[in-house]
């Protein structure tokens, strides 16, 4: 069994930051963060592999930055500039250890509850 948790969500006025971080607990190759609105597909916005490449959606890319803590081993995701469209659940997401890819399009195996950013 595995599991993440996120953190770090919350409300902030339009052009406000948070960070949101989460702790895997093991070693993943493939992490992501996405999102979900009521009545949405879940929208992946950024990925994270362990050979160095992330990856971005075209909404937050020059807005958000994915990075991995090594020494904590903590994946977490800078926000700046918040947009009210922004406004959604947050998800920290993990794929199985041995998964050769790592996409915005790939399924996930593994998700945390999820984190609320409101922005108002």
């Known amino acids: 069994h595995v599991q993440l948790v996120e953190s770090g969500g919350g409300s902030v006025e339009a052009g406000g930051s948070l960070r949101l971080s989460c702790t895997p607990g093991g070693y993943y190759y493939c992490m992501g963060w996405l999102r979900q609105t009521p009545g949405k597909e879940r929208e992946g916005l950024t990925t994270?592999?362990?050979?160095?490449?992330?990856k971005y959606a075209a909404s937050p890319r020059g807005r958000f930055t994915i990075y991995l803590d090594s020494a904590t081993n903590t994946l977490s995701l800078q926000m700046d500039n918040l947009k009210p469209e922004d406004t959604a659940m947050y998800y920290c997401?993990?794929?199985?250890?041995?998964?050769?890819?790592?996409?915005?399009?790939?399924?996930?195996?593994?998700w945390g509850p999820g984190t609320q950013v409101t922005v108002s």
């Open positions: 997401a993990a794929k199985t250890p041995w998964s050769p890819t790592c996409n915005l399009e790939d399924d996930y195996d593994y």
């Open positions: 994270y592999s362990r050979d160095g490449i992330t």
